[in-house]
């Protein structure tokens, strides 16, 4: 019988939870501090450094994220070198380009900021991990719907440390700025070999940060009574066909920027 070692002193392992009393507002007021001032921006101060500190305080964060089965599925390539940024960035203003190009009508926002970004970290997983969740691979379609959960949990995974990274950005005074427009095949191949990266690891988005350019600002919010459910979900908030194409036709484009005009 093979032997099991468990995998955390346990007594060490408790001794570091450190919860506040119930309903702390100091660590709630502390944590909101950050939480409201995390503000995207898409032009950063071109000649600031960001200390290599900085990049392993922000990691830091992402490394205590929550994980399905705790597989910590994540990889972070921290990208200081001028060229390599200036080259991933022709992609994204290449991309910009087509999708203008397209009529998608979405509003693309301006990628050229991501070039002379400071802080660029490059977020990737490897998609075999999924296996690390219920699936049966057995090629059934049963085991597709379970491999499409899987999916799901990885991403929610990845999503969760980046998002923490980008709060520990924010709690060191920065401005961020969360990139996905990279999900595209074309993407990959063109990020994988300026990277070394493995082709079976994806690139799934772009942590970017750095003092603003400009005075930045909050984006709307929704009212919480807009999103919050007691108990049963609220049909009001229900929005059928014709309503989310009209939000999406009139007033996305004006939560996502300044004004219409001033897109960023
Ligand atoms: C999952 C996710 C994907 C995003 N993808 C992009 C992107 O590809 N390009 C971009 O410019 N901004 C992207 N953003 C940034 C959003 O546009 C931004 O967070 C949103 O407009 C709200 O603004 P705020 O971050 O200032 O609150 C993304 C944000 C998230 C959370």
Same mark, same amino acid.
């Given at each position: 019988?093979?032997? $099991? $070692?468990?995998?955390?002193?346990?007594?060490?392992?408790?001794? /570091?939870?450190?919860?506040?009393?119930?309903? &702390? /507002?100091?660590?709630?007021?502390?944590?909101?501090?950050? %939480?409201?001032? !995390?503000?995207? %921006?898409?032009?950063?101060?071109?000649?600031?450094?960001?200390?290599?500190?900085?990049?392993?305080?922000?990691?830091?964060?992402?490394? +205590?994220?929550? &994980?399905?089965?705790?597989?910590?599925? =994540?990889?972070?390539? %921290?990208?200081?070198?001028?060229?390599?940024?200036?080259?991933? #960035?022709?992609?994204?203003?290449?991309? /910009? !380009?087509?999708?203008?190009?397209?009529?998608?009508?979405?509003? $693309?926002?301006?990628?050229?900021?991501?070039?002379?970004?400071?802080?660029?970290?490059?977020?990737?997983?490897? *998609? !075999? =991990?999924?296996?690390?969740?219920?699936?049966?691979?057995?090629?059934?379609?049963?085991?597709? *719907?379970? +491999?499409?959960?899987?999916?799901?949990?990885?991403?929610? &995974?990845?999503?969760?440390?980046? *998002? &923490?990274? +980008?709060?520990?950005?924010?709690?060191?005074?920065?401005?961020?700025? =969360?990139?996905?427009?990279?999900? /595209?095949?074309?993407?990959q191949t063109h990020m994988r070999p300026l990277l070394g990266i493995p082709e079976q690891i994806s690139v799934l988005d772009i942590l970017v940060f750095g003092p603003p350019a400009a005075k930045p600002y909050k984006r709307w919010r929704r009212p919480p009574e807009e999103i919050i459910h007691w108990d049963r979900y609220n049909p009001d908030h229900f929005m059928n066909d014709a309503e989310l194409e009209d =939000?999406?036709?009139?007033?996305?484009?004006?939560?996502?920027?300044?004004?219409? #005009?001033? %897109?960023?």
């Open positions: 019988m093979t032997e $099991t $070692t468990p995998a955390v002193d346990l007594a060490e392992a408790e001794a /570091q939870v450190d919860l506040p009393p119930l309903g &702390s /507002q100091e660590r709630y007021d502390a944590l909101m501090q950050v %939480v409201r001032n !995390r503000v995207t %921006v898409r032009k950063f101060d071109p000649d600031y450094v960001v200390p290599d500190d900085h990049f392993r305080l922000i990691l830091e964060a992402a490394r +205590h994220g929550p &994980s399905g089965a705790n597989a910590q599925p =994540w990889q972070f390539i %921290v990208v200081r070198d001028a060229a390599l940024k200036a080259l991933i #960035s022709e992609y994204f203003v290449a991309e /910009q !380009r087509f999708r203008a190009k397209a009529k998608m009508k979405f509003p $693309t926002p301006d990628y050229r900021g991501l070039a002379t970004a400071p802080g660029f970290v490059v977020v990737c997983s490897d *998609m !075999r =991990w999924v296996n690390a969740f219920p699936v049966l691979n057995d090629g059934s379609d049963l085991d597709r *719907m379970y +491999h499409e959960n899987a999916e799901r949990i990885l991403l929610q &995974s990845v999503a969760a440390a980046t *998002m &923490s990274a +980008h709060l520990a950005a924010a709690a060191l005074g920065y401005t961020v700025w =969360w990139v996905t427009a990279i999900g /595209q095949e074309e993407a =939000w999406i036709k009139t007033r996305r484009h004006r939560v996502m920027f300044k004004d219409a #005009s001033k %897109v960023d």
